[in-house]
């Protein structure tokens, strides 16, 4: 059986009560930065039409497939949708905005283009709205759609975010079954920075099949290998989401989320060799089991620390405390690789 197929499968037993199509999947509040300041945000996952690449089996980790709605929205429907998200933001003097899809924002199949088009120039004609972020697939980027929302955006400054995951095309496609390229990611890169875009490149920390010690030494080399492409990275720490080919091998205890210890060593390295480009990581369900978690006595103050220096940039904000289960965590690197992939504790 194939990986595609083997995601495809568990996709097609999960059953997905319909919803409203003129309510977002989620939004929320936050801090980011722009231009190396704290700057207020909102994030809104808008409920599309779906992820084409999810619906024909998509990728080992991702369970926001399941965001999408019953039905496509209408226009109408993606005008509520932001003006309903945009309510959290009324106190909020200037901030920035971060749009995210269970796909691709720039998928005309996923976001007709009239949608997406009257979503910009709601956040254009909003003179708190700073800057405009939006998530795509690279193979969805082309000359024609970035000079389209730019025009509607004027001056107000946009990003394009990739999931891009791993610089690895083996590990993109064995491990987390991405259906891109790492050069189709270059060419959608240099397209977005020839329009004067800047560039977020999301990097995943040990997707199926790798070892801790294997799936540290891919991201250090994937950020070595994306800095020259972006003006930001964040690392996201994988999760075991409900309905994913990474959930059903967790429940047969073939999977463990990455260590916290390892993101820290990763950023104190990786931001030592990359001084002056910003890294971010927001630890998604950190400390619980379906998360990125060291010990119960530690897991929520060393979280704490990459949320600090995701906004500071300053490596002394990353974790220092002393714990007994970072020389737990040593050992799982110096022997896992010789358990043949299973996860020596959970």
Known sequence: MSLNKAVLDIRQRIKVRPSPTDEPAASWTGTDLVDGVQTKTITVIFKSAGCRWGKAGGCTMCG?????????????????????????????????????????????????????????????????????????????????????????LKNKPFELAFGLETSSDKIRKDSINKGFTF??????????????????????????FLSEKQAMEDILRSIDDAAPYSD????????VQKGTLVEALWEKGQYRPPWLWSIIEILQKAKAAHPDLPMMSDP???????????????????????????????????????????????????????????????
């Not at 932001?82 to 199949?109: N, P, Y």
């Not at 906004?311 to 799982?332: F, Y």
């Open 64 to 152: 926001y497939v399941y965001d999408c709605a019953s039905e496509p929205p209408t226009l109408e429907d993606y005008k509520s949708q932001l003006a309903k998200a945009l309510r959290k933001a009324e106190k909020f003097s200037e901030f920035m905005v971060k749009i995210f899809t269970s796909g691709s924002f720039l998928d005309e199949q996923e976001v007709p283009p009239e949608a997406r088009d009257a979503i910009l120039k709601t956040l254009q004609e909003d003179s708190r709205v700073i800057k405009v972020l939006v998530e795509t697939r690279p193979n969805f980027v082309t000359e024609e759609n970035i000079q389209a929302c730019l025009s509607i």
């Open 183 to 208: 050069q189709d990611f270059v060419r959608a890169a240099q397209t977005a920075k020839t329009y004067g875009v800047t560039v977020k490149s999301y990097l995943m920390l040990k997707p199926l």
């Open 232 to 239: 930001t990275i964040s690392i996201n720490l994988c999760n």
């Open 284 to 346: 998604v369900g950190a400390g619980s089991k379906r998360g990125p978690h060291n010990c119960k006595e530690c897991s929520s103050d060393v979280a704490d620390s990459l949320r600090t220096f995701s906004l500071t940039q300053n490596p002394a904000d990353l974790s220092s405390r002393d714990c007994g289960c970072e020389e737990l965590w040593k050992k799982v690197l110096e022997i896992e690789d010789f358990t043949y992939g299973t996860p020596i504790l959970n």
